[in-house]
């Protein structure tokens, strides 16, 4: 059974929703009846910004402060996310993280690559180990999004344990997918490109410029609302025979081109 086909309104944890990509998903799905959990690791105002307007669209939607790369944060999350409304049916890992600082990697120190590789991988790989448990036991049938990017590909020196993060993000999807599939559960990666968002302001200008002269296929930055329609399309039962699929979120830019 897919989320679609379930009866009530449906419980979806999106990690990271206060701003960004995970705020554009929130709303979406707050926008079409799901209860969201707007999770978020410090920026309180941003969270509860993204509830009232969850609210105001005419959604259910509470906050949870949890940070995903400490083990008690992903114990608070999945204890808070259950006692809620009972249960989960969607869980977003978008949570994410660039380097504090963009280094050669000749020059990157193994703090910066354990605090990225904590936030973007191994807190979303055991959250959704927690989830999945969750699901299983309450014989929930589900799904699992995970936000990934183009860097799982695209090579970029100078934030070189973000790209790892991101290509271990790919497998990680690869491997739920295979062990859940049999108990209804399907796992997705969806793969962003150039996104206005607060993470990629630093180099917005440069990329705008790049876009408008044929950098990708179709010439524009996304936008966070392109990311929350792919997961809509999702959780809508509109791939109901796919599962572990990558959806490039990109504006073709991860086509090969002369």
Not at 9 to 24: D, E, H, K, Q, S
Not at 192 to 211: F, H, K, Q, S, W
Request: hydrophobic fraction near 45%; charged fraction near 20%; aromatic fraction near 4%.
């Amino acid at each position: 059974m897919s989320t679609s086909e379930q009866t009530g309104p449906r419980v979806a944890l999106v990690t990271g929703a206060g701003r960004g990509i995970g705020r554009g998903i929130a709303l979406a799905l707050g926008e079409r009846g799901w209860r969201v959990l707007v999770n978020y690791r410090a920026d309180a105002d941003s969270a509860a910004s993204c509830v009232r307007e969850i609210g105001e669209a005419g959604g259910e939607a509470r906050a949870i402060q949890a940070d995903v790369a400490a083990s008690e944060g992903r114990a608070t999350l999945l204890r808070e996310a259950i006692g809620a409304w009972g249960g989960v049916d969607l869980l977003v890992n978008n949570a994410g993280m660039a380097p504090r600082q963009r280094v050669d990697i000749l020059e990157m120190t193994e703090a910066s690559y354990d605090e990225v590789m904590g936030v973007n991988l191994r807190g979303p790989l055991f959250l959704t180990q927690g989830i999945a448990r969750h699901m299983l036991a309450a014989e929930r049938a589900g799904t699992i999004i995970n936000i990934g990017s183009m860097s799982a590909v695209v090579a970029s020196t100078s934030r070189g344990e973000y790209c790892i993060s991101k290509t271990g993000m790919g497998m990680m999807t690869k491997l739920y997918a295979d062990r859940l599939a049999e108990h209804g559960i399907h796992v997705y990666e969806l793969r962003p490109g150039i996104i206005e968002t607060d993470m990629t302001a630093v180099v917005l200008e440069r990329y705008r410029r790049l876009v408008s002269q044929g950098f990708t296929p179709i010439r524009r930055l996304g936008l966070p609302q392109d990311v929350a329609l792919a997961c809509v399309a999702i959780v809508e039962g509109h791939f109901p025979f796919s599962t572990g699929e990558v959806i490039n979120i990109d504006g073709g830019q991860h086509l090969q081109r002369l």
